[in-house]
């Protein structure tokens, strides 16, 4: 394992941070005095790299790449470029640097800034490779013999969600109004969902874009990095509409993702093997090395003034397809993929209760609410609650974080068709 690398950035040397010189993670900021920009987090400051780029201090032989305020024209430029700019940005932040009284004036108190979308996304997939959450959700329609479809040991199952309802960490979730049908009743009704939940996942971002099948180490490559993911789900609501087609209206309200990309360069020390298959793998899915990382993940639940519980602990090294293996898998057909292309891992769960990934599970369908450190139970996610998403892999005496994944759930609309 790999150790810290220090950095004259003196808050960049704790074992506590989540952005040490060895994450160098990319997102998107503003404050009172700039517009929204790239920017680089190093320990409690955020580098401007637009700043960067316009005093000539970044030149990577590609062109003007901080322009814009999204991270898409440096994907596109591809992994050369992708390199060269980790060893700049690497250079330039070590505690030898020689450059440091020109590079000072660039860095910004993240306290001062406000974070937006890191990226444009260019097409949404989720899948639903959780192999435990696959098998709680199962037993739990279907019953404990028929819990898994019969393809799901063979390819990652997947759909394609909408890339306009992503957001960024930090922005408010209207509780969804959809159709509801309960047992008892023959006719649905349109109403606010009742059993709103998350799901725990990692999101995997397409840097070089394909136009045809490529290999699991192929797509590995392609990918340029990781963010904490939260797919907001509408259970009742998904309920009544998954039939035949799956997933659609109960997952459209919103994707929220983390703020920063943390790319596959900075997780490399932390890659491990994905679990033991039941049956081996047709060739074009076959594990091409480490797939997955060691990163620790957590839930939060927080009620309106109240502080966050902690309701559950996993780890990413408990999916059963990594996000090299869908990506591959979701070429097959010869469908191209772009610069920007969102994969959601599927909700990432463990073997124990408190490992599940989704109130759901926790819950079991609600039959078995969780307590609260307030003393409060929760079956499914009520007004006003705030949940947030956390995680980090665990180097030798620092960490790579990915910032937290907060969405604050608002009241359902009165009359979502009020004046129409």
Not at 33 to 57: K, P, Q, S, T, Y
Not at 195 to 211: H, K, N, Q, W, Y
Not at 330 to 354: A, N, Q, V
Request: charge should be negative.
């Amino acid at each position: 394992m790999t150790k810290l690398i220090p950095s004259w950035v003196e808050s960049a040397n704790t074992a506590e941070t989540d952005f040490p010189l060895n994450n160098l993670p990319y997102g998107v900021f503003s404050t009172n005095r700039l517009e929204a920009r790239c920017g680089v987090a190093i320990g409690d400051m955020i580098l401007d790299m637009a700043a960067l780029e316009e005093a000539g201090l970044l030149d990577l032989g590609a062109g003007t790449l901080f322009a814009a305020p999204g991270w898409n024209a440096v994907m596109a430029a591809g992994p050369k470029v992708w390199s060269a700019l980790r060893t700049r940005l690497t250079d330039m932040l070590a505690a030898d640097a020689a450059d440091q009284a020109t590079i000072a004036p660039h860095l910004v108190p993240t306290a001062e800034a406000r974070m937006h979308m890191p990226f444009t996304v260019a097409e949404f997939t989720d899948f639903y490779s959780g192999r435990h959450h696959a098998t709680n959700v199962g037993t739990m329609f279907r019953g404990a013999e028929n819990a898994l479809p019969p393809n799901w040991l063979h390819l990652p199952i997947g759909y394609n969600g909408r890339a306009s309802s992503v957001v960024v960490s930090g922005t408010d979730i209207r509780r969804p109004w959809g159709q509801l049908k309960s047992p008892d009743h023959d006719m649905p009704a349109f109403l606010p969902s009742r059993r709103f939940d998350i799901e725990l996942e990692m999101g995997a971002i397409v840097g070089t874009p394909s136009d045809g099948p490529i290999s699991v180490a192929q797509a590995d490559q392609n990918i340029f990095g990781y963010v904490l993911l939260n797919d907001w789900s509408a259970r009742d609501i998904q309920a009544w509409e998954y039939q035949p087609l799956g997933p659609f209206q109960a997952k459209a309200t919103a994707t929220t993702i983390s703020p920063w990309i943390v790319t596959r360069a900075a997780l490399e020390p932390f890659r491990c093997d994905t679990p033991a298959r039941e049956f081996e793998l047709l060739d074009h899915l076959k594990d091409a090395g480490p797939m997955l990382y060691d990163i620790d993940l957590s839930v939060t639940l927080a009620p309106e003034g109240a502080a966050p519980s902690t309701i559950a602990r996993t780890n990413y090294n408990e999916m059963y397809y990594s996000s090299a293996q869908q990506l591959a898998h979701h070429t097959t057909s010869g469908c191209p993929m772009r610069t920007g292309d969102l994969l959601g891992s599927g909700t990432i769960s463990g073997p124990e209760k408190e490992n599940r990934g989704a109130l759901l599970e926790l819950s079991w369908g609600g039959k078995e609410p969780i307590t609260l450190d307030t003393g409060e139970t929760r079956s499914f996610i009520e007004d006003n609650d705030t949940l947030g998403l956390h995680g980090a892999a665990q180097g030798d005496g620092y960490k790579i974080g990915f910032g937290d994944c907060i969405g604050k759930v608002l009241p359902a609309l009165k009359d979502p068709y009020a004046g129409t």
